[in-house]
């Protein structure tokens, strides 16, 4: 078909176009997080196949998603972790892997790291809050020294597949009429005054939400004398969400546990 | 003398470095300003330490020959600048200030363009003080002007960037565009960090672009180690930059007729960007395609099953593509809207060298998949689109032209992939040579310069993100617009942020 053809557009051309769209909303949170076989989500480790003897995966994975502690135990940072397939290579012995599980957002920043990859998952706020905020959360956002990554999947949030707004949550123009921030990016230096001045111009109570691999640790800039490593220290992060970038349904996961509107195992 | 043009410089051919002609500042001069003003154009100029001055080197591209030229020259803390009668160097003398702490003389604008100590300075010079917060803008004085600052933190969930307009009423005068906030020190991280990390951070220069960087900064390695991909890791990275290319030019399209109070087109486009993503999620475990490509290949192979998926779902998306952007393009109200709006006219794009469907959209038909022809692009040849209003409405459908020729492409290869290995291994890179690696990303021409040092380290990374270039384009379309029409004109563009801060 040829775009400016020129005849007129009616009214029944509009209606055969919706009809043949369709409706394309998620049935998310019952059901609808189905990923392909070769999807990224939360890595895992198996501590039975860890030879046990080499202790160099940390050394050999690009990011710093395995950690050898003092005590010797590898542990997974889900937080750090860049979701490349060289992570998971960087145990020869197979120990370490990638699951097609979304869910890996946790409200403590220790819930992230474990032996095994399991995730603290993100637990409802307490009462007050929750009545505030369960039913209609308004975020501002902000991103920080980021590559448009995680953006792009906040924006996605908003689209008929994952329509956000269904479960009241917005992004609104201004923190004057936010409940809390979003924060992407690892905090670039010409970012930190920005970033600053929007959460005091939140009023409080208040949500920080940090989204993605670069908000949680720096992510692939870490290190770079020109990033802070993710959001500092002086502001409180009340939701961690994994991810480079995290899925639109890892971050509506995380945003739904935190809100008590998912539980427990649930998918 | 060696001329700047026959070094046998091409895109993803590295040369010796010692082959690159080294001029006296004058001559480098003569010899950059003379071939811009024949049929060449600035692909990379930037500096690198050098004992303890800088050489300052400039790759040029003649389009329509598919010849790759470069010279260099070697100067010490200031230099007589191209600008003033070469502008599309301007953003690059700016550049070279900021980082190599070389000050070109003359330069008509010399101001910050990320805000950043040098970090390509020769070893010993401090760099000098910079401000992060403040900056030198220019302003217009009068008693009915008015001034509008906007960002670095925008209404919208967008990267941060901030713009300064100088206003008569609702029309703008001029507009200002100050960017550096996403700066995360990238060239530093590409020529320092190990080969894994590189390559992940190359993967986020820009997050919407990762294919579209990967790939260049692959070119530039597999050049450098003249290393060779199979036929069939050429064709999967290039169906992988067609559905990258989609995406982007499909989410576009949503977001033009979003601010435009379109909504079903908006709704509409935006449910088949993701579409898209998807199908690159399918072929690589992530939306954006991470992982995918690598050094001498692609990580993951295309399965039978796969292509015949994407085949199946680009036909569908086909199908549903074309109804939806004739409500768009047909509708009166939208057509009013897009029309005659932030328009950049051939010689503004000749003069700062635009690229990608900026420069298309007022018939500059430049585009590296056809200009200078790399992988699976000298085999399948995809026809170039162009319009000539070079408005939002020029920019709007030289990408639905865009978006199903990237279609037909993606159909015609998934059916007829080649046999062999998707990945190879490379090897260690030849020490002291150079090497341009040029990829048609969706937003334009990405340019990655690698040097490589005595031992065959990286000496030099310099990336170039289409959107370098053309931020200058949206400045330049504002003039004379109305403040209204700024969202839409910045939509109509879609410049990365982060790209251009590195």
């Given at each position: 078909m040829s775009v400016l053809r020129g005849d007129a557009l009616g009214f029944l051309d509009f209606v055969r176009t919706r009809l043949q769209q369709g409706t394309r909303t998620s049935p998310f949170p019952h059901g609808g997080a189905e990923f392909p076989a070769r999807f990224r989500g939360r890595p895992v480790r198996d501590d039975a196949k860890c030879p046990g003897s080499c202790r160099d995966c940390a050394a050999r994975a690009p990011a710093a998603v395995l950690q050898v502690g003092a005590d010797g135990m590898v542990r997974v940072d889900v937080g750090a972790s860049l979701f490349s397939p060289e992570e998971a290579a960087a145990c020869p012995a197979g120990a370490v892997m990638f699951t097609t599980d979304h869910r890996m957002a946790s409200t403590k920043r220790e819930g992230l790291v474990s032996p095994t990859g399991e995730v603290d998952l993100a637990r409802a706020l307490e009462r007050t809050s929750r009545r505030l905020f369960a039913r209609s959360l308004r975020l501002r956002s902000v991103s920080a020294g980021s590559c448009n990554g995680c953006e792009s999947e906040l924006v996605a949030l908003g689209n008929v597949v994952f329509d956000m707004a269904r479960f009241g949550i917005q992004f609104v123009a201004s923190p004057r009429h936010a409940d809390g921030i979003v924060i992407t990016g690892a905090v670039s230096a010409n970012m930190c005054l920005a970033l600053e001045k929007t959460w005091r111009a939140t009023p409080e109570p208040r949500l920080v939400i940090a989204v993605g691999a670069c908000a949680i640790n720096g992510g692939p800039f870490r290190g770079s004398p020109e990033v802070g490593n993710g959001v500092p220290p002086n502001i409180p992060v009340d939701l961690w969400v994994p991810g480079c970038p995290p899925h639109p349904l890892t971050v509506l996961d995380g945003l739904l546990r935190l809100l008590g509107r998912i539980e427990g195992g649930e998918r | 003398m060696i001329a700047f043009d026959t070094l046998g410089l091409k895109n993803r051919r590295g040369i010796a470095l010692a082959a690159v002609p080294e001029e006296p500042v004058e001559r480098f001069r003569t010899t950059v300003i003379e071939a811009v003003a024949a049929e060449w154009r600035i692909v990379s100029l930037f500096g690198m330490p050098e004992r303890s001055e800088t050489r300052l080197v400039a790759v040029l591209a003649a389009d329509r020959r598919g010849l790759l030229g470069a010279t260099s020259t070697v100067v010490g803390e200031r230099y007589p600048a191209l600008t003033m009668e070469c502008p599309e160097a301007h953003l690059f003398e700016r550049e070279i200030a900021e980082q190599c702490g070389v000050t070109p003389g003359g330069h008509p604008s010399l101001k910050p363009v990320r805000r950043h100590p040098g970090d390509h300075l020769p070893p010993g010079r401090a760099s000098p003080a910079i401000e992060r917060e403040a900056y030198p803008f220019f302003r217009i004085e009068g008693e009915d002007v008015h001034e509008v600052a906007v960002g670095?933190?925008?209404?919208?969930?967008i990267e941060p960037g901030h713009f300064r307009f100088q206003a008569h009423g609702e029309r703008v005068l001029q507009l200002e565009i100050v960017l550096g906030y996403q700066h995360r020190g990238v060239e530093r991280l590409l020529e320092t960090a190990d080969p894994a990390r590189a390559m992940l951070v190359a993967e986020s220069v820009a997050g919407d672009t990762v294919i579209g960087h990967a790939s260049a900064y692959c070119g530039a390695i597999e050049a450098l180690a003249r290393s060779r991909k199979t036929p069939r890791a050429q064709a999967i990275r290039g169906i992988a930059l067609e559905l990258e290319r989609l995406a982007n030019h499909i989410g576009d399209l949503g977001a033009i007729a979003g601010d435009v109070a379109y909504q079903p087109a908006a709704a509409f486009f935006g449910r088949m960007r993701g579409e898209c993503l998807n199908l690159l999620m399918t072929l690589s475990g992530n939306r954006y395609g991470r992982g995918l490509v690598r050094p001498g290949g692609v990580a993951f192979d295309l399965t039978p099953e796969m292509a015949a998926e994407l085949r199946d779902r680009l036909t569908d998306l086909e199908h549903e593509l074309a109804p939806v952007a004739r409500l768009m393009f047909e509708s009166a109200s939208v057509q009013a809207r897009l029309e005659g709006v932030g328009t950049v006219s051939p010689d503004t794009c000749r003069d700062l060298g635009l690229v990608g469907p900026v420069a298309r959209a007022c018939e500059v038909p430049r585009d590296v998949r056809h200009d200078h022809p790399y992988g699976i692009f000298r085999f399948a040849h995809i026809p170039v689109a162009t319009a000539w209003a070079g408005d939002v409405l020029a920019r709007a459908l030289v990408r639905w032209l865009e978006i199903q020729r990237s279609i037909a492409f993606v159909i015609e290869q998934v059916t007829a992939i080649p046999k062999g290995e998707p990945r190879v291994a490379v090897g260690a890179l030849r020490p002291g040579e150079l090497a341009v690696a040029m990829e048609e990303g969706w937003r334009g021409e990405i340019v990655h310069v690698v040097v490589t040092d005595d031992a065959g380290g990286i000496r030099r990374h310099k990336v170039t993100d289409p959107s370098f270039h053309n931020w200058s384009a949206l400045a330049a379309a504002m003039p004379g617009n109305q403040i209204s029409d700024f969202p839409l004109c910045n939509k109509s563009f879609n410049l990365s942020y982060a790209g251009h801060d590195l």
């Open positions: - | 670095p933190v925008h209404a919208g969930i």
